[in-house]
């Protein structure tokens, strides 16, 4: 089942902890309905959609499984989801900022990349952060064609029929609305309704729902819409996709518009033009938020006019011109029953602290995270003392605080409940999985010692290597379904040289391996055949796949995303990038130049980089994958009409009509590459006044130059 929450391996145990607890809850409420009543809400199909969720959860957090989970009963059916839809524009998120100061850092910002003072010229709306579902509802001609829910941002799912069942929600817009308009906001459950569904559910003696956010979620994805209406959504409309004409140009003004056209708006949204009105209010809206009706987890503050919006731009995931004003965490006490040492990807030992199970912001918390060594010791990023030097214990009290998505951290201990006799923590110094030395690097370039322990044994260790097939499989690397960490340990772990997967290309040498074998995969528990097939279908279709996500996969140390998207459209192709890596082997020379010139990749992911291509095991894995599988030429550029377009260009000197940082999101946006230093591969140098040894270069190289003036005029801005 796909789901508008997120796919099962980027979920934090939370977030896992919470929807097991949902999962639990309904689906023991179908059983009821199903076997009790002979009634059941939802299709067969449905039901295993969730029971499917629930097990995919629990495979990757085993620690969590609850004693009433519903995979210690028994029952199973095919499956079914929605139909997909691909957003006009995508769904996008927020940033999130987490302190007075940190919003005010972000109205500087706005004002920064304008390349203005901050002389509270620019006006900002500022609205509570509805926790609730995102919904993008599509109207052409002025009726409601499709309503999808967000999915992963760029495909969400068709929930069009339940969505009619929405009092609130208009089903047509009056005269005058424009011919195509995406009206996008949050679907949410009142609490008086939760409260009152959850008062049925007791008389009922049924199990009760968990909170109004997923219940709300569940009562949308229903396959019955009946189910939907019996349940009271609400909405509230604040923001926009496609939309075939603008009917306004800010976006109280938009707000403003949805409200006439009679979509729920939010009563509390407010124009504001300072850092100091817009906390004002934030901390208006926080008084507020215990007598609202709808839970909320902060304020979203966005550039009020619709131009500077644009001018702003996005970064990859989030735009510019907003930002979530989250409110403060929540904390609790609890016993700290344990450590437990993880071995991750590229080696690190982080502790994993076990907790007593305690309820923080409404979610029950067993396991919070320790960061590593120093922290245990009460020691900062820098040796400073943190919690005033009160080290961590096994045994302690501590107190919990858990941050909306992120994962719970352990923020202090209660020293005078510290059990006489207990001992300071002593940190593992060889690896808990393989055994080898585990050590903490000296930062060359610091010289400081590393905070994270790391074990030594790279390839032999067990750990590592399963980490780094699961990595692989990965949503944004090579995102194989039916390949999830639970199949990974169980191939890894096989001795039968027709089932193992030790490394990355073994996946797509699995099929063929098989063919002969006399262990058939679909013989064995867990795998039927046709859960085989679409497995193997879901393996070769992955034979061809984009080049940044074959650089993503492969785990280089400090290469995420971003980077292999730079590394990706800075050199085209697989080709291009593998000989340029091997070229700059020894630190030296053009190829290991051109990659520091990429703006974005500073020395240490360069360093990581050609250190990855030097093994000559992970040489050896590259090969072999490329046997199997070709990386596509990075994308065609945005905007490849663009006179810029594939070109790549240095700005030095100043700017006078707009930011360094503007000018190189409009370069980047119109498909040019900008570089930070000057090579024979650089075509364009935008020199400002105060230009040196950049443009010197560019002379001596014979690159392209041209001031502000003619750049703008040669992007037609
Ligand atoms: S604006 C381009 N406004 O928060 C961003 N989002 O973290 C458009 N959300 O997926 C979103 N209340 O589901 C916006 N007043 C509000 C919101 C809001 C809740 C959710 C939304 C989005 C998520 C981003």
Redo the contacts with the bound molecule.
Sequence with gaps: MSQELKPVENLNETEAAEELAFLAAELARHDALYHGQDAPEISDADYDALKRRNDAIEQRFPVLIRDDSPSKKVGAAPSVTFQPVVHARP????DNTFSDEDARDFVASVYRFLGQLPDNSIAFTA????????MSLRYENRRLVTAAT?GDGTTGENVTANIRTIGMIPQTLPAGAPDVVEV?G?IYMAKSDFAALNAEMAALGKPLYVNPRNTASGSLRQLDAKVTASRKLRF?A??WGEISEMPADTQMGMVEVFKSWGFPV?PLMQRLSSADALLEHYHHIERERPDLDYDIDGV?Y?VDRLDLQARLGFRSR??RW?T?HKFPAEQAFTRLTAIDIQVGRTGALTPVARLEPITVGGVVVTNATLHNEDYIKGLGNSGEAIREGRDIRIGDMVIVQRAGDVIPQIVDVVMDERKAGSEPYRFPTTCPVCGSHAVRDINEKTGKVDAVRRCTGGFVCRAQAVEHLKHFVSRNAYDIEGLGSKQIEFFFESEDPTLMIRTAPDIFTLEKRQEASLTKLENIDGFGRVSVRKLYDAINTRRSIALQRFIYALGIRHVGETTAKLLARSYGTYEHFGEAMRDASTFTGDAWNELNSIDGIGEVVARAIVEFYKEPRNLEVVTRLLLEVTPEAAEAPVASNSPVAGKTVVFTGSLEKMTRDEAKAKAESLGAKVAGSVSKKTDIVVAGPGAGSKLDKARELGVATMDEDEWLALIGG
């Excluded at 609205?127 to 995102?134: T, V, Y």
């Design positions: 769904m996008l998120s927020l609205e509570p952060k509805i926790d609730g579902l995102s967000r996008r949050e509230f604040y923001a939010n979203v966005k989030s735009p907003a979530a």
